[in-house]
């Protein structure tokens, strides 16, 4: 497979996002595959990638650990860095799928002041390790000065609507709720959603949230 999957509108594209996946399925996965054709139907160019860990267990077919944060940050920057050095001036935007939107959320305030991306997209956060609610990952959003879009699911055990309510987030961030979805957004069949509806409407919010943020001039 190559260093990138990339899905591409019929027509002239809109803008750029850069999409990570988490730490337990690959860029090809059903919902990194269907979020990004989605987005690629309404106007948005997706690149995906994968983490140093993920291309070793392609190459190996064994399964590994995801790389400790300082080497996740550092992939992820060097992505960041080819597509800017790619002459199109299309507006970039980062993110991902649980981690990969997490190690995005590091990245995110010094590019966005750099005046090198227009926005975060985190679809799942992890704002704690499953079944450790006190082991918050929300110090560097409370302050986040990068406009940023989260798409979470009400019942997701990474961090719940309850949960979420609590917690001091930047006012940069706005959270879309999808109603009864767990980690991958999927509902339970009583609630009258479906995972694929779900998925639906998340790349509809995600693709409003980038269309409407034109680049500086």
């Known amino acids: 497979m190559s260093e990138w999957l990339i899905d591409r509108p019929a027509g002239a594209p809109r803008a750029r996002f850069l999409f ?6 690959a860029m090809d996965s059903d919902f990194m595959t269907a979020l990004s054709g989605d987005l690629s139907r309404r106007g948005i160019e997706v690149v995906r990638f994968e983490f140093p860990y993920m291309v070793e267990r392609r190459n190996t077919g064994k399964r590994r650990p995801p790389n400790p944060m ?16 790619v002459d199109d001036r299309l507006p970039l935007f980062i993110g991902g799928k649980s981690m990969g939107g997490r190690v995005a959320s590091l990245l995110a305030d010094a590019r966005f002041t750099a005046g090198e991306l227009q926005g975060l997209v ?85 693709a409003d949230f980038i269309q409407l943020r034109p680049p500086e001039s």
């Open 20 to 25: 990570a996946h988490g730490a337990g399925a």
């Open 70 to 85: 300082a080497q996740l940050q550092e992939a992820f920057t060097a992505q960041i860095d080819h597509w800017l050095g």
């Open 122 to 206: 985190c679809l799942g956060y992890p704002f704690h390790p499953q079944g450790k609610p006190e082991r918050l990952r929300t110090e560097h959003l409370a302050d986040l000065q990068c406009p940023a879009l989260i798409v979470q699911g009400t019942r997701d055990p990474l961090g719940n609507a309850g949960e979420v309510a609590g917690y001091s987030l930047s006012a940069q961030i706005a959270i879309t709720w999808l109603e009864d979805g767990d980690h991958d957004f999927k509902p339970r069949k009583a609630s009258g959603f479906t995972r694929e509806g779900h998925w639906a409407a998340a790349a509809e919010r995600v």
